[in-house]
């Protein structure tokens, strides 16, 4: 059996080759559909993509910010922490306490940054860099530090001033920059700090004592409360189950879950448009490929008919215009691929001016390559069973006569 396997694959494989013409025709009909359906998908995906992409990494538009101001307590905001949406959460002070007066020996300048409570894990920084930590290190974003001149392991100044008691007052602090933040994540002047020392700073201008920077004043804080919260969700899709769960407890908050929601709805639209095409171009593919290997096999009947003659089974008779099915699939693959790379490389290439450096509005994954041959394969073998089972009804005695 395993022999007579052998043979069909030999007979099947150099009758294709002997007909080469027809072989051809065969191929580029299937290039011909397959080559523009794996373009169209190479837009959908490089477009779609790029913007899918772009919404993921640009961590604002994974933010979720309060709408004026509110009471949030420690308890509260540890509690969203523990959530599995919230990739990143830190309270925040009011907006008038968050400023700080900073001033390097280099730049020769006094400047007003807005300071900006952080810690491990801000999707603003990059992760491997080190984190703003304790009272004296601090994090600069990159227009901050280039203004101030200075880089990681630079130190600054920072100051700040007070009306208490009917005077004023004026303290300063030495400040480490521990790392300057990537342009890309902050593009506004900005000193990244810890919930230590922004509170600190609150602390300062509302009157109280700072024993850890032997600042004095009233009694120390003892219940602090927030007015706001930095929050990130953990992805894109999380943002609006988030802002969802927000408007439940009366807490008024704004996302960017509509610019999200609309390259969602461009994906499925795209995606239900292409495989409408794609459906209709692979069945009308099959029916022509069936087509043709059934009037093959009629054109060849004198010499299926001497293969059942001379003891080829059933199942060997179907596996002649299968393989021949197979051969026609891989080569119109192949085919294909080579005219959507060409295309490809065109577009990305008009267009990349208009691009950021290394993306692609034409793309594709190798997954989609072994995809596409599958289901070319797959389409080109049940057309091919088709023709197999007529083949398989040839009867011996045909051949007899025609001997």
């Known amino acids: 059996m395993l022999r007579q396997k052998r043979q069909t694959l030999a007979l099947a494989s150099r009758d294709y080759f002997h007909e080469w013409q027809i072989s051809i025709c ?30 993921v990494e640009n961590p604002a538009k994974r933010e979720i910010r309060p709408v004026g101001s509110g009471h949030y307590d420690r308890v509260w905001i540890d509690s969203l922490r523990k959530r599995d949406d919230v990739a990143f959460i830190v309270p925040r002070i009011r907006s008038i306490a968050s400023t700080l007066s900073v001033s390097s020996e280099q730049a020769g300048r006094i400047l007003q940054f807005e300071v900006i409570p952080s810690a491990k894990g801000d999707p603003l920084l990059d992760p491997q860099l080190e984190p703003p930590s304790g009272m004296d290190r601090v994090v600069l974003s990159a227009s901050a530090a280039k203004k101030l001149q200075v880089s990681a392991g630079d130190h600054i100044e920072g100051s700040l001033q007070r009306r208490f008691r009917g005077r004023k007052e004026r303290v300063a602090m030495d400040l480490q920059v521990a790392a300057v933040a990537p342009a890309t994540g902050f593009r506004r002047d900005g000193l990244f700090a810890s919930v230590m020392l922004v509170e600190a700073l609150e602390d300062f201008r509302d009157g109280h004592a700072v024993p850890a920077l032997g600042w004095e004043g009233s009694s120390a804080v003892q219940a602090r409360s ?53 459906l209709i171009g692979l069945g009308g593919f099959s029916l022509s490929l069936g087509a043709s290997l059934w009037a093959n096999v009629d054109r060849k009947r004198k010499e299926l008919s001497v293969l059942r003659l001379v003891g080829f089974r059933t199942g060997d008779i179907i596996l002649f215009p299968v393989v021949q099915g197979l051969y026609t699939a891989v080569f119109g693959w192949a085919l294909a691929c080579g005219i959507y790379l060409a295309a490809a490389w065109s577009i990305n290439f008009m267009l990349a001016p208009q691009l950021e450096t290394a993306q692609k509005i034409c793309r594709l994954l190798p997954e989609h390559y072994a995809i596409a041959l599958a289901i070319t394969a797959g389409a080109s073998i049940l057309a091919a069973i088709l023709a197999g089972i007529r083949a398989a009804r040839v009867e011996p005695s045909e051949g007899l006569r025609e001997i």
């Open 26 to 55: 065969f191929v580029l009909a299937l290039a011909a559909v397959l080559g523009p359906m794996l373009v169209l998908f190479g837009l959908k995906f490089g477009i779609v993509g790029t913007m899918i992409d772009e919404l």
């Open 226 to 278: 927030y007015t706001g919260f930095r929050l990130y969700a953990r992805s894109i899709y999380d943002v609006a189950a988030l802002s969802d769960s927000f408007d439940r407890s009366g807490i008024e908050v704004r996302t960017q879950a509509a610019d999200i929601e609309s390259v969602r709805r461009m994906d499925n639209t795209l995606s239900a448009i292409y495989w409408a095409i794609a």
